[in-house]
């Protein structure tokens, strides 16, 4: 078995666990290269090479986790998503144990799932244009303020930074969306708007019903209270309604596409999974890659391609590793549908 670990050592607080997860991957007669990421490394230099291996481990934050995965769309390489950073969405939306011997019996064991990718292209305001893959959601305006507030507290204080940062930022400021879906337009105001691949959030929160990444629609949700008093309403709504079915969210409204455009009438910050742009924009495009990656996942999980009958019984690569210890399980179980 030949693999592949290209991990971001400034990543966050569960960076050393690779070399956990590494040790506990390995047994005789296996190779596998750690690849670490340099500073303003591009995604696709560090996994050039990726079919010539087995599998591929990319580890870090969902930022990195995410640029990985879209320097390796469509191309048929086995990947294994290793949570090394602050929120870890990516992981949580899969369901998978976040226990470094748990993922490594589960490479082993070989288990696949193809989730989808969304795709999002801008211009700037010097006139440049712009392609980023997101996993879990990009969003302009409230979302994306939040985001480029919690950067310097995330590596002290990890995903509390984003509480925080909310709680500091209570008087948003309110935008005029044209939003077009598969070709269909509405206008609506509000403090934010996010396009979602995926559905939970922070603290385990469900902010799309029903939503999955491997369902081949993106979500667009427009947060449109602007009142600070008002937006307790959906959070504390969150707080007992962690699936979102709760019909009482009158600040959130929610839509799905294939294709999407959002013009706006005034410049606004941008952020995609928890990366912040140097700069406004005034419109963008996003759009669904289905099936963009073929992502390593365990019995926990909801995700499965039932055409792959890889199982404890008949292991892709040998023989699974029973953990050393007990394996705790990841708090996104206890909220699954």
Request: hydrophobic share 40%; aromatic share 6%; with cysteine.
């Amino acid at each position: 078995m030949r693999c592949l670990i290209v991990h971001n050592s400034r990543s966050g607080f569960g960076s050393s666990a690779i070399y956990e997860f590494e040790r506990a991957l390995l047994s005789g007669g296996d190779e596998c290269v750690l690849r670490l990421l340099a500073d303003n490394q591009r995604a696709d230099e560090a996994v050039v090479d990726a079919e010539e291996f087995d599998f591929v481990v990319v580890s870090g934050g969902d930022g990195t986790t995410t640029s990985l995965l879209y320097a390796l769309r469509n191309r048929e390489v086995i990947t294994c998503v290793f949570p090394s950073g602050t929120a870890n969405l990516f992981c949580v939306n899969l369901n998978t144990a976040a226990e470094p011997s748990a993922l490594a019996r589960a490479c082993r064991i070989g288990r696949t799932a193809q989730t989808d990718l969304g795709e999002l292209t801008f211009v700037d305001e010097q006139g440049v244009a712009h392609t980023r893959g997101f996993s879990i959601m990009m969003g302009t305006g409230y979302d994306a303020q939040i985001m480029q507030a919690a950067v310097e507290g995330k590596s002290t204080f990890g995903e509390a930074a984003y509480f925080a940062a909310a709680l500091a930022n209570v008087r948003p400021e309110l935008h005029h969306f044209k939003i077009t879906v598969d070709g269909k337009t509405f206008e609506r105001e509000g403090i934010s708007c996010l396009i979602a691949n995926n559905s939970t959030l922070q603290g385990d929160v469900r902010i799309v019903p029903d939503g999955r990444m491997d369902d081949g629609l993106l979500e667009v949700i427009v947060l449109e209270q602007s009142s600070p008093v008002g937006l307790l309403r959906p959070i504390v709504a969150s707080l007992v309604d962690k699936e979102g079915r709760n019909l009482g969210r009158p600040a959130i409204e929610i839509f799905r596409g294939k294709h999407i455009c959002v013009e706006l009438t005034k410049p606004a910050p941008l952020q995609y999974d928890g990366e912040t742009f140097d700069g406004k924009v005034m419109s963008y495009e996003a759009r669904v890659l289905p099936q963009a990656n073929r992502v390593i996942v365990d019995g926990l999980s909801s995700y499965h391609d039932h055409n792959d009958t890889h199982n404890e019984d008949n292991p892709r690569f040998g023989e699974a590793i029973a953990p050393s210890y007990p394996v705790p399980l990841h708090a996104s179980l206890l909220h699954r549908p």
